[in-house]
């Protein structure tokens, strides 16, 4: 729109046309306000009636909340303004009315429930908070592409439509492809692998991965966006360094240039970036640590995975980021190395925010008897993964990498109760439109 001034940058003495919404009209009796509200901020349009023409006052007065108009005027201060400054209107057009019934309220003076706001997103994201959190998201997006990028790594894009997911079972969603049978995929994880053995050797990707999963909880989508690392020649705990460092960049960045919206949320006072290096703790050293706080009814014994309830309980106990390492190889998925001295034991990594899982990572297994014996063991069958295994008979070098889940991270960034808070549109067991 030509010579649109957006109402943060209204000076006083200047000739405006501003446009936005009507966030609220209210009518005094001698005079009026409209407030019409941008992604900027908002701004005071008086109507003095007795001064003004009668059909810009009506124009300006009778318009619904919500509407889309425009207005040229004047900016003139006025310190009871709550910016400070008022537009004196010329005129007001109004471009697109909204209905007067509004199934939620974006001024936020009423309260909406999480599915009413889902179904109608449009109008919850003209909130000053809900928008505040995908400000925040971008920018945590931009600060991990940034530091990948600094760190040597390029960026891809890989298949989402696959003839074979990345660890089978019964997390895939099918889909019909051309009469065949395929899947959705849930993990980038083959791809990126198998691009540290081209030349490009040092990679990420962010985006969607699609998983279904039967639960409804408060940290699972069925679509959700995976951060992706891999980097030849690296191992595991060069992974665990890029993968901290990451997360870190996310939390600076927020920290450093999201201030406002911070505010908006409520937690300028409380944030912080975390400090220090995030320990990483064996998974043996886990396990005795979640059974010394005797908060879990039956204690963990080798070889059981972390429940939600022992991944609260140590989160608690350890009070920020951590990492648990050394998994037994059993109950890590078959592309993940193991010690060399070591076979009963993974390289395998989670990392840990208090609250719950954010990463899983580790160095792969690059040797191809090994992975396709890898394959065999866990039931699958090796031909259905030829074009992966293949490629590790061409020189395929060490390496390591990890999936951060964006939402997870974002939600845990800002404390969120709800991972679909995090994500515009999200996909659950009851929620496949909008
Ligand atoms: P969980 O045990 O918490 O369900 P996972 O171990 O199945 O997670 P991974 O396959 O290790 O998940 O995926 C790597 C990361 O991707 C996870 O640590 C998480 O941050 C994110 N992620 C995985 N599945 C989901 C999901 N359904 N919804 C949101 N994020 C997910
Ligand atoms: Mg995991």
Not at 327 to 334: H, V
Request: a negative charge; glycine letters at 8%; proline letters at 6%.
């Amino acid at each position: 729109m030509e010579n649109r001034t957006y109402t943060a940058d209204a000076e006083p003495g200047e000739r405006v046309t501003v446009a936005g919404w009507v966030h609220e009209l209210r009518d005094l009796g001698g005079i009026a306000f409209l407030i019409l509200r941008d992604k900027t901020g908002k701004i005071q349009v008086k109507f003095a009636k007795d001064e003004m023409d009668d059909d810009l006052v009506e124009a300006g007065t009778s318009v619904s909340r919500e509407s889309v108009v425009t207005v040229v005027g004047t900016v003139e201060e006025e310190p009871r303004a709550p910016t400070g400054v008022e537009v004196v209107p010329e005129s007001v057009e109004v471009v697109a009315p909204a209905d007067p019934e509004l199934p939620l309220d974006p001024s936020g003076k009423v309260d909406a429930e999480l599915p009413t706001r889902l179904d109608n997103r449009t109008l919850d994201l003209r909130r000053d908070e809900a928008k505040a959190i995908f400000e925040i998201r971008a920018e945590i997006l931009r600060a991990v592409r940034e530091y990948f990028r600094e760190v040597g790594a390029t960026e891809i894009n890989t298949p989402k439509i696959v003839a074979t997911g990345t660890e089978g079972g019964t997390e895939l969603f099918p889909i019909t492809y051309f009469g065949e049978e395929a899947f959705m995929n849930q993990s980038p994880q083959l791809f990126k692998q198998l691009m540290v053995g081209s030349g490009l050797e040092r990679v990420f990707e962010i985006g969607p991965i699609f998983r279904a999963e039967e639960h409804n909880t408060p940290r699972h989508l069925n679509e959700a966006t995976s951060i992706d690392f891999e980097s030849a020649f690296i191992d595991h705990r060069e992974a665990m360094d890029v993968c901290e460092g990451a997360v870190r960049a996310a939390y600076e960045a927020v920290d450093e240039n999201c201030r406002e919206q911070l505010e908006l949320l409520g937690l300028a006072d409380e944030f912080e970036a975390p400090e220090g290096a995030f320990p990483r703790l064996s998974y043996g050293e886990a396990i005795e640590r979640v059974n010394a706080t005797g908060e879990l009814d039956e204690q963990l014994v080798w070889g059981d995975d972390l429940s939600t309830e022992a991944e609260k309980a140590l989160g608690r106990d350890v009070g920020g980021h951590y990492f648990v390492t050394d998994w037994p190889s059993e109950i890590k998925p078959f592309y993940i190395k193991d010690h060399d001295d070591d076979e009963a034991l993974s390289t395998g990594f989670d990392l840990m925010h208090p609250r719950m899982e954010l990463v899983s990572g580790g160095q792969r297994e690059h040797r191809y008897d090994e992975l396709v014996a890898g394959f065999e063991q866990q039931g699958l069958d090796p031909d259905a993964f030829e074009y992966y295994t293949k490629m590790f008979r061409y020189g395929m070098p060490p390496h390591a990498g990890f999936g951060l889940g964006a939402e997870r991270l974002l939600m845990t960034v800002l404390g969120l109760e709800n991972i679909r808070e995090a994500v515009l549109f999200p996909r659950d067991r009851q929620r496949l439109s909008p």
